[in-house]
């Protein structure tokens, strides 16, 4: 059985109901990496929380969306927060405005804990400092007593990701995590997630505009442009056999190191062309 | 210097709460024993502010007032803060017909003149401290409505709410703990500022008759005396007029402090 399931899901905004989000559909199975790949405002972030129940009151939602048996559209909010952090999680595309600057670094990755594991505060710092060892911090015992803005960007978005992931979901949905950071720290971030995510056997709904970030993570990938899905299927197929004329610019530009010196790099529009809107 | 504001605003502010503090233990008189020999004497070394038109110690006198300000302030704060700031948070985080219901009796009650609020408080429960506090702290829930609000929805758009309610947190506990700690600068602003017009207010209503018993001194029932010596002895209004000046700027000045301190946008980035 899978553990999410969107069928048919469309959303809309506001009163002129300009949609974000036009029948999509797609599967993941227990622990599978799946890469929604798209550029701002293909909607990838808003399929995103559509899944998490976090949409604006403005959007309107149709279609299903089910994760472990649960239908998740038209569910009530407070159905919705048992889920969160519980069953799914996410991490923020932004380390530096993600966490509550007014809080120590340490309880708000216990936060998880004590709402749904019904943990009590000391005995939740254990667990805790244990998890950003695990995320790669190693003055685990400093960094939980900090405030957000004492740290650095890495640092932070290792805090977020140990919130994301202390509690066990079976689902994680990271949207852009790395794009905030720099090359480098991008790098051992993602290895760092990869390997969370394998020893806790969880799932990854990973949401990049970056096809080489995607490829280092996910098996799976979908392509999202405007608003719905162009092309679907595994990462190493759609690097060597790209079907749209959008994924074959997407797959041209990652590998910019194919461009002869001295000639033009390549761009998606070579490949595709929009209509003018 | 930096923070001139600030700084002049705390000691103002610290003065006023010192004068209250030690009118508690002592005074240089009795702010009541009438001294029937002794009518406005002007500045002397026995009585460094002078004597009143019952003779009684002015100096002695103020201080005493100092406590009623101060009580006056903080409870009205307290009513406004208790009142205002959950309706404030209920509006910021309900939206839709919750926010425009609460908001437009805001409106309703900005609209409502306060001093008809005391006044009426005042024809029904009769004239006190306890009804003018009460009438002032009313009047100022719609400012502390508002601030709390507008503080709410913003922090309420912010990434780590989001995140907070990722982690499956529900919105009364998000409003206490992510909500309230990041607008507690706003809050503690808006309590400053509304202290130094709680003082302004009760000296008025109290001017007016509309405050304490005759026994209490406050500063705007001396200036009520004072109205009728005006011209011999004007020095009568000015003690507790400096009086009233010196704790309204001192509190506007720790408020407008306080803003400049905490504002984000002028913080410097750590």
């Known amino acids: ?277 | 210097m930096k923070r001139l504001g600030l700084w002049l605003g705390a000691a103002l502010a610290g003065l006023v709460a010192a004068m209250a503090l030690i009118s508690l233990v002592w005074t240089p008189y009795d702010p009541t024993l009438v001294l029937g020999s002794q009518r406005l004497q002007g500045p002397s070394a026995a009585h460094w502010l002078g004597t009143d038109s019952m003779g009684i110690d002015v100096l002695s006198r103020i201080l005493i007032g100092a406590q009623t300000t101060i009580v006056v302030g903080v409870v009205s704060v307290s009513i406004a803060a208790l009142i205002g700031i959950p309706l404030g948070l209920l509006a910021g985080q309900a939206g839709g017909w919750v926010d425009e219901v609460v908001m437009r009796l805001t409106d309703i009650a900005y609209a409502f003149p306060a001093l008809l609020l005391a006044i009426l408080l005042a024809a029904r429960f009769g004239a006190s401290p306890l009804t003018a506090m009460t009438a002032i702290g009313l009047a100022t829930i719609p400012s502390f409505a508002r601030v709390t609000r507008a503080g709410a929805k913003q922090v309420m758009s912010t990434d780590f709410v989001l995140a907070a309610r990722a982690s499956g947190t529900r919105w009364p506990a998000v409003s206490v703990r992510h909500v309230l700690p990041n607008i507690a600068p706003l809050i503690g602003v808006q309590a400053s500022v509304t202290f130094a017009l709680a003082i302004l207010a009760e000296a008025a209503l109290s001017y007016l008759g509309l405050s304490t018993a005759a026994i209490v001194p406050t500063w705007g029932k001396m200036l009520r005396d004072a109205q009728a010596v005006m011209f011999n002895a004007p020095l009568q209004a000015v003690w507790p007029g400096l009086a009233i000046a010196v704790a309204v700027l001192g509190f506007n000045l720790l408020g407008d402090g306080l803003r400049d301190l905490l504002d984000p946008r002028l913080r410097e980035v750590s």
């Open chain 1, 1 to 277: 059985m899978s553990l999410l399931r969107v069928n048919d899901l469309t959303i809309t905004f506001g009163r002129r109901r300009s949609v974000a989000v036009d029948a999509v559909s797609f599967e993941m199975g227990a622990g599978q990496r799946l890469g929604i790949i798209g550029e701002s405002g293909s909607g990838k972030t808003v399929t995103a929380l559509a899944v998490m129940g976090l949409l604006p009151e403005t959007a309107r939602v149709s279609g299903s969306i089910t994760l472990d048996g649960h239908e998740l559209v038209g569910m009530p909010d407070s159905a919705l927060a048992r889920l969160r952090g519980d069953l799914m999680s996410m991490v923020f595309q932004e380390p530096m405005t993600a966490l509550d600057p007014t809080m120590r670094v340490g309880r708000q990755v216990a936060e998880v804990l004590l709402l749904h594991a019904g943990r009590s505060g000391d005995s939740a710092r254990g667990q805790v400092i244990e998890m950003l060892v695990r995320v790669g911090l190693n003055d685990a015992d400093r960094v939980a007593d900090s405030f957000p803005h004492q740290l650095s960007g890495g640092q932070r978005q290792r805090c977020l990701l140990a919130m994301a992931l202390i509690n066990s979901p079976d689902l994680v949905i990271c949207d852009e995590p790395t794009t905030a950071l720099d090359v480098t720290v991008q790098a051992r971030v993602l290895s760092l997630l990869d390997e969370v995510l394998t020893a806790e056997r969880a799932a990854c709904l990973f949401i990049s505009h970056d096809l080489a970030v995607v490829s280092q993570v996910c098996t799976d990938v979908l392509v999202m442009l405007e608003g719905r899905i162009v092309e679907a299927g595994p990462v190493a197929r759609l690097f060597s056999r790209p079907e749209h004329p959008y994924t074959r610019g997407l797959v041209a530009t990652a590998r910019i190191g194919d461009v002869m010196p001295g000639q033009r790099l390549p761009t998606v529009e070579d490949f595709y062309r929009r209509e003018a809107r």
